[in-house]
Every structure is written in C-alpha cells, then in structure tokens.
C-alpha cells in the first residue's frame, strides 16, 4: 500500500510559480507510474501530468504543456510538480496519485492511490 501526501499549494499572481511535491511511503514507490490531476469546483476530476516509474517517459495535458514540468526523485519517495506561467484557469485543487499500470494512465479511474490533495489559486 502507498500513503501520498502533497504539499507546496498556495496562492500566486497569474504569470507565477508553484511547485508541487508528494512525498510517498512505503518501499515500493519506484514500481507505480505517478500522476497529478486537477478538481476545479464544480467540475470532474483532470489528468494534467504522468511518469513513469523510471522518470524516462512523461505525460501531459494539452492545457499545460510548455508549462508544467513532472519529475520524480525514486531515492526520496517524491514526485514534483513544476507549474510555470501560472493561469487564473490553473486554480483548483491538485491531487497525486500512484498506478500499477504502464505506460502512466491518463483516466483517474485507473490509479490506485490517491493523496488528500492541495490548494493552487492563481489570482489575475
């Protein structure tokens, strides 16, 4: 079983940075694909970026492309996000999660573990 936890949410001026990180437990953390999603109020549940379990191979979101930036430290149980040129769109809450699966899944559905997620507001 994995236990994830994110942190680095906050609040930022649009054209800002944040980075977002997950610290997961458990021995096994360097077998699961990685991923972060979006949940704006109101609204379903949003892949935004993935990796693989080795960091060779990632994954993004149209909307974030250019902008985003996942990465994974396996020595550290820790997955990063880099989020660059922030948007008043961007704001919503930021969950990780962990997958068997690979390649990374993009549908929430197919992760296993999730984190309790953090806040991410971009004011314009």
């Known amino acids: 079983q994995v236990q994830l936890v994110e942190s680095g949410g906050g609040l930022v001026q649009a054209g800002g940075s944040l980075r977002l990180s997950c610290a997961a437990s458990?021995?096994?953390?360097?077998?699961?694909?990685m991923g972060w999603f979006l949940q704006a109020p109101g609204k379903e549940r949003a892949f935004v970026a993935a990796?693989?379990?080795?960091?060779?191979?990632?994954f993004y979101a149209d909307s974030v492309k250019g902008r985003f930036t996942i990465s994974r430290d396996n020595a550290k149980n820790t997955v990063y996000l880099q989020m660059n040129s922030l948007k008043p769109e961007d704001t919503a809450v930021y969950y990780c999660?962990?997958?068997?699966?690979?390649?990374?899944?993009?549908?929430?559905?197919?992760?296993?573990?999730w984190g309790q997620g953090t806040q991410v507001t971009v004011s314009s």
């Open positions: 999660a962990a997958a068997l699966n690979h390649p990374p899944p993009v549908a929430p559905a197919a992760y296993d573990y």
């Open positions: 458990g021995r096994t953390f360097r077998t699961y694909a």
């Open positions: 990796i693989s379990w080795s960091g060779s191979s990632t």
